[in-house]
């Protein structure tokens, strides 16, 4: 036998014994061991991978399958448990007073790993946080509405054009473009205008062309370049991180809302009707268009924008997080400290017991709910906790002037979208519909 032949055998039995010890480990030493879930999830995060990587974000569907089989909580990986339970919910995604760190290995894959929202340390994400969190507080979105309403003014044009013309118009495309100019005037003082190009420029190539193109403006002119940070936080790296995920974060999820809202309200006439008879109500709205204080006490309006960040979800991904030395308890299982714990915003969100028929559109449960407990409890598309979403008032403000501004002058009539074109299909992060759509597309009337 030839020695290179020996050193083989012996190398294929050190992986041998490597491999078992590791499964071993797994299955009945890891403090893991006694948490219910499958026994190929517990063994290698080829499980995982199977699901959301070869098949495309489709493990949220196999986490939703596990629950039924094992309950409330599962084993979904060697190292890391999900729990099925909106009670739970804000122990995990608690304040400041618990530690909570990001789960470095779910991170770390991130182009964007300098960026506040894939920080992992809470220190450091403090750090990081609290140098934006002033740009984006209520007073600040209010100071900056007009800016706003110019945008939605001028999509609110494009869609005159598109009415006449009879046209068939993408609405995620349309709302996707409105949000990304939104968030490049608001943080870089000027944006692509992706509102009056063609088709609303549907590439994803453009959109991170366009954000490319920004990054040298961070140094010069805008919030960006003015935050309070260390100068090891002021790289233009780091800078440049923050910045694209920043635009990233803020027009997809607001984007695809809007679409939800406007498809679901276009088959919802009953509402849409009394929502406008709101609108009619409110003293500002027939100059200057109605503020977003007076509109978020419309219930209607209001239970409308509830329901499309419900059935969205904002960010359906696991969020993970690490408690550091604390140790949770649940269901008569102690959840050691280190271990990453998460609950998609799907599994609230879609809860029956808490919202019956989960996945219609009735903006009247937001009004009609006679629990003793608040239903916005339960709406967690922000996430909870010391990394909630920055951009929530910013990203309400959009919602509630945009949905106003349009059904009062526009009818839509859908055109080939279906409800699967606005449902969640995959979990990339933030939810997508299945490969196959178009996204939400319309006719556009006069509104009657
Ligand atoms: C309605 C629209 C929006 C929804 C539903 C939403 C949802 C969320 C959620 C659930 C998180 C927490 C993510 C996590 O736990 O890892 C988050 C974080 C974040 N969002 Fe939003 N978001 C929206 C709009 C915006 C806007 C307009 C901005 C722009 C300013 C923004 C910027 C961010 C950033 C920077 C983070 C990371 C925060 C941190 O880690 O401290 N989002 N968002």
């Keep these: 036998m030839s020695l290179f032949t020996e050193f083989m055998i012996l190398l294929t039995v050190a992986g041998v014994i490597a491999s078992a010890y590791v499964a071993l480990q797994r299955l009945f030493w890891s403090p893991l061991s006694k948490f219910p879930g499958p026994t190929l999830a517990a063994l290698t995060l080829w499980y995982e991978f199977y699901f959301d990587v070869v098949r495309g974000g489709m493990y949220i569907w196999e986490i939703k399958r596990l629950h039924d089989i094992y309950g409330p909580i599962v084993r979904i990986s060697p190292y890391e448990l999900h729990i099925s339970d909106p009670d739970f919910y804000s122990e995990i995604y ?15 894959s991130g182009d964007s790993a300098q960026a506040m929202g894939f ?5 450091l994400h403090r750090e990081r946080r609290q140098a934006v969190d002033r740009f984006f507080s209520i007073q600040s979105v209010a100071k900056l509405e007009d800016i706003i309403q110019e945008d939605i003014e001028r999509l609110c044009a494009r869609m005159e054009h598109y009415k006449q013309s009879g046209k068939v118009i993408n609405l995620t495309d349309a709302f996707l473009a409105l949000t990304m100019d939104i968030i490049q005037v608001y943080s870089f003082g000027e944006s692509s205008n992706l509102v009056d190009l063609p088709n609303f420029s549907p590439e994803w190539r453009l959109t991170i062309m366009g954000i490319m193109s920004k990054t040298a403006l961070i140094n010069h002119c ?7 940070l260390s100068a090891r936080e002021k790289t233009v790296s780091r800078l440049t991180d923050e910045a694209s995920i920043l635009v990233m974060a803020a027009s997809e999820t607001t984007g695809r809302i809007l679409a939800i809202i406007v498809f679901h309200l276009s088959r919802r006439r009953d509402i849409l009707e009394k929502i406008r008879e709101e609108l009619r109500a409110v003293p500002s709205s027939t100059e200057k268009a109605s ?9 209607y309006l209001s239970g409308a924008v509830k329901e499309g960040l419900r059935l969205h979800g904002g960010i359906v991904a696991r969020s993970q997080r690490v408690c550091r030395n604390e140790a949770l308890h649940y269901g008569g299982f102690t959840i050691p400290p280190g271990t990453p714990i998460s609950t998609s915003s799907y599994f609230v969100h879609r809860n029956p017991k808490i919202f019956p028929k989960p996945s219609e559109f009735i903006p009247e449960r937001w009004i009609n709910h006679n629990e003793t407990y608040s239903l916005d409890r339960y709406l967690v598309a922000f996430g909870r906790g010391t990394r909630n979403c920055v951009g929530r008032n910013l990203g309400k403000a959009e919602l509630y002037l ?4 349009v059904i009062k002058r526009f009818d839509f009539e859908p055109f080939e979208t279906t409800e699967d074109d606005v449902d969640i299909g995959r979990d990339w992060y933030v939810p997508q519909p299945l490969k196959s759509s178009e996204g939400v597309r319309a006719i556009v009337k006069e509104s009657n």
Excluded at 94 to 108: H, Q, T
Excluded at 402 to 405: A, D, E, G, W
Aim: charged share 30%; aromatic share 8%; proline share 5%.
């Design 94 to 108: 608690a304040s400041n007073s618990r530690i909570r760190d990001k789960y470095s290995w779910k991170v770390k």
């Design 119 to 123: 920080t992992v340390p809470r220190e």
């Design 222 to 228: 805008g919030w960006v370049a003015k935050i309070h």
């Design 291 to 299: 503020s977003l204080h007076d509109l978020e006490r419309l219930p």
């Design 402 to 405: 945009t949905v106003s501004k």
